[in-house]
């Protein structure tokens, strides 16, 4: 089984690895390998293990033979986005301002994965601070798309994307503030969950904007997705905004979805995402693949009918104006004094001079610019107008979903307008690359879950599937997709994945 | 609620206030891109004006949640040490930090 290692669901090694046909040693081995084989080209990582991973990996080894109680997740490797802090492990947020920081405690997530004996294999590229779509904005390097190199990953969590859908880790973990788990996942064939706000903790979680922010898995199928989401949710007492309510059970609802019997299940296509009047910006392959897949979802028994959410049609601009401002005081905490870069304390300056500084050479173009827009719509004069009025448009998109959860079990739509597009093609224009997030945004600002699932190929490059569904309601997220991945499979005889040798 | 007018709202001068406000200490060369590009990041964003919210209670956070507590039970907080390894600089088992005062001390 040794070639197939990198190309392996995390649950097939998951099997292998409970029932002694592989060591972790052996897959770890595999994808440290891969790494220093093709990373060079693509630039998943901003921090690679190595020797750890194997310690770490032969340590997992030694407590099975020894007869130990060892879950499911124990002795498979494991990518996390560089935004969670790891002990004693580099984490940068892809920023220059941490850069060489080793964090003295985990987050909460790495610390779950962990005790659930995974092995980490390092941390990955993405947007400063998690503002991109792209993971251009990295401060450290360019990440490229394993389907094409020529195109970006995704973002902001790329490096994830590269690294899954590379075989360059079995899975990763994502944070999606705007959609920078599913769009990352939908331009790299994988697939990509959001969950419910609330439901995974933030304690650990570089923080960009509080109210959005949540991690979730990155993989290379719907089970692998559903099954490390469970291990990293549930309640955590250090973050307040955790909801304590027990750790759903996903997998049961992917292995149930995929037998692809959806009958009664009522489907909401919204319109005011790629339907009609409203495919202004949207590429008619992604288009098609978009309906192909409604059709085979209606084939299984599904109910399909067509939802507006007008208010939908403004959450990218309540998005752009929300995020930033959180950002603006997030961002406050990096002041050259606890952690980090520090510059031009030469005895000359005072702390405003060289906080101003150390912000100046430590923080990318992007993050500047939504700390100022951030510091505008939160100023006195402009506040109800910007930031107050957006606060309102979210109330009506969450509403949009409240009335929509009437009519309909789910709703869908494209994950993204376009496939991947080309590297340096909107980096001079944020407008143009704030609207790579247009689909993923109302799920966001709702808090409720969205995933998505692969739906097939336009112009060689990999189109997203998006579910939503109602707070809590994980599960339907997990069991619709996995019934559109099993009857795409099926009828390619294939997984999506496996053609990305052959693309374009 | 009236909106302001975007276009043109943000002039260079703005954003080097804003900038100062965010303690951000912009060159000239960053000063001149973002006033062009936050001038038309303004003006996408500004359509949220565009909705009717007479009445309309405003989202802060997707979970209503208040007052939430955890048991006030005392546990070790980070080692001293651990925590200075990651400060720019460190004195005296604490953080130094540059001068507070305007004037030389």
Known sequence: MSTDITASSATALSQALQAGDLSSAEVTRAYLDRIAARDGELGAYLHVEGDAAIEAAEAVDAARAA???????????????????????????????????????????????????????????????????????????????????????????????????????????????????????????????????GSVSRYGMIAFSSSL????????????????????????????????????????????????????????????????????????????????????????????????????????????????????????????????????????RDLDEVMALTREQGFGPEVKRRIILGTYALSSGYYDAYYGQAQRVRTLITRDFTTAWNDVDVLVSPTTPTVAFPIGARVDDPVAMY????????????????????????????????????????????????????????????ALLAGIGSAA | MSTPSPKGQLTRDEVAHLAHLSRLAVSDEELDLFAGQLAAVLDAVAQVGKADVADVPPTTHAVPMTNVMRPDVARPSLPRDAVLAGAPAAEDDRFRVPRILGEEA
């Open chain 1, 67 to 197: 007869g130990s109680d060892l879950g499911p997740l124990a002795g498979v490797p494991l990518a996390l986005k560089d935004v969670f802090v790891t002990e004693g492990v580099p984490t940068t947020s892809g920023s220059k301002i941490l850069e060489g920081w080793r964090p003295p405690y985990d987050a909460t997530v790495a610390a779950r994965l962990k005790a659930a004996g995974t092995v980490l294999l390092g941390k990955t590229n993405m947007d400063e601070f998690a503002m991109g779509s792209s993971t251009e904005n990295s401060a450290y390097q360019v990440t490229r798309n394993p389907w094409d190199p020529d195109r970006i990953p995704g973002g902001s969590s790329g490096g994830s994307s590269a690294a899954v859908a590379g075989g360059l880790a079995p899975w990763a973990l994502g944070t999606d503030t705007g959609g920078s788990i599913r769009q990352p996942a939908a331009v790299t064939g994988l697939v990509g969950h959001k969950p419910t706000y």
């Open chain 1, 213 to 348: 922010d949540q991690a979730g898995p990155m993989t290379r199928t719907v089970l692998d997705a559903a099954l490390l989401h469970e291990a990293i949710a549930g309640h955590d007492p250090y973050d307040s905004t955790s909801i304590d309510s027990p750790v759903p059970v996903l997998t049961e609802a992917a292995r149930r979805g995929a037998g692809g019997e959806l009958a009664g299940l009522r489907v909401g296509v919204v319109r005011e995402l790629g339907g009609e009047g409203h495919t202004e910006g949207y590429e008619s392959g992604v288009l098609d693949r978009f309906r192909e897949a409604v059709t085979l979802l209606e084939g299984m028994g599904a109910e399909v009918r067509e939802v507006s959410c007008p208010a939908f049609d403004l959450a990218l601009p309540a998005y752009y104006l929300i995020a930033p401002s959180e950002a603006s005081s997030n961002l406050a905490r990096f002041d050259g004094v606890r952690y980090g870069l520090r510059i031009g304390d030469d005895g000359s």
């Open chain 1, 435 to 494: 609207a790579a997030d247009l689909c993923t945004l109302p799920a966001s600002l709702a808090g409720v879950p969205a995933i998505s699932v692969p739906c097939g190929l336009s112009e060689g490059l990999p189109v997203g599937f998006q579910v939503m569904a109602p707070a809590l309601a994980d599960d339907r997220c997990y069991r619709v997709a996995a019934a559109l991945e099993a009857a795409q499979d099926a009828a390619r005889g294939s």
